[in-house]
């Protein structure tokens, strides 16, 4: 599992409200990915870290910002959650070595 | 925009036959990437290929890359009822880049 956690695991919030889900890796990864994951979709890319305070947006990354304040943790905020940010959200790493991404559980996120 | 699209969509098959999954992607790639994922679970890594590789195997599976036709297949072989899942193919330009996924194929091995 590349040492990747994510919290929370599950999340139920209201549309409106901030959420942080929050990515914590073990291994020292430059490379960190917040994808979300929805039906007939497949993954798709929000925003994506090339190292500490260095991010770049991705396919859908609006709605969602993201910080990297350690090499450890990577941030994904929902400023005012959606219905449509009902997803499935999925961090990776990307092992320098050999360019496989890796991917945490998982965060299933409802908005009501 | 999805990067590859799987064929087929859905796939079922007797337990012990091969299965043969096909992804087709639109630009350049660095590597191909194959995953696996269990109904409601994460995602597991199977096999990378790079783009300079035409064939690459790993146990059971096997996955060919043809970048004149942008295309990729994943072969499993002697299937196992433990193989049902979805399969994906998703490609990287290199670098930084993320991944660009596609939609997945659903593997069904009846027992």
């Known amino acids: 599992d590349a040492g990747i956690t994510q919290s929370p695991r599950h999340k139920v919030t209201e549309t409106g409200t901030p959420v942080t889900l929050r990515c914590h890796q073990t291994e020292n990864h430059r490379y960190m990915y917040w994808y979300r994951q929805d039906p007939g979709h497949g993954l798709r890319l929000i925003h994506y870290?090339?190292?500490?305070?260095?991010?770049d947006k991705g396919e859908v990354s609006d709605g969602y910002s993201v910080s990297r304040s350690k090499t450890e943790d990577f941030l994904l905020t929902l400023e005012s959650a959606t219905s449509s940010q009902t997803s499935v959200y999925f961090c990776?790493?990307?092992?320098?070595?050999?360019?496989?991404?890796?991917f945490g559980p998982g965060t299933r996120l409802t908005v009501l | 925009s999805q990067q590859g699209e799987e064929d087929p969509q859905a796939l079922s098959i007797q337990e012990g036959e091969n299965a043969t999954m096909n992804c087709s992607y639109k630009?350049?790639?660095?590597?191909l990437q194959w995953y696996r994922q269990n109904s409601g679970r994460g995602l597991v890594h199977l096999i990378l290929?790079?783009?300079?590789?035409r064939e690459k195997h790993s146990g059971r599976l096997r996955v060919t890359l043809d970048t004149s036709k942008k295309s990729s297949s994943l072969l499993i072989t002697a299937s196992r009822a433990a193989d049902t899942a979805s399969y994906f193919c998703a490609g990287s330009g290199g670098g930084a880049d993320g991944l660009t996924f596609g939609k997945g194929t659903h593997l069904i091995i009846q027992p």
């Open positions: 630009t350049s790639i660095n590597n």
């Open positions: 290929i790079r783009s300079n590789e």
């Open positions: 990776a790493i990307r092992e320098g070595g050999t360019d496989t991404q890796y």
């Open positions: 870290s090339y190292g500490v305070k260095d991010t």
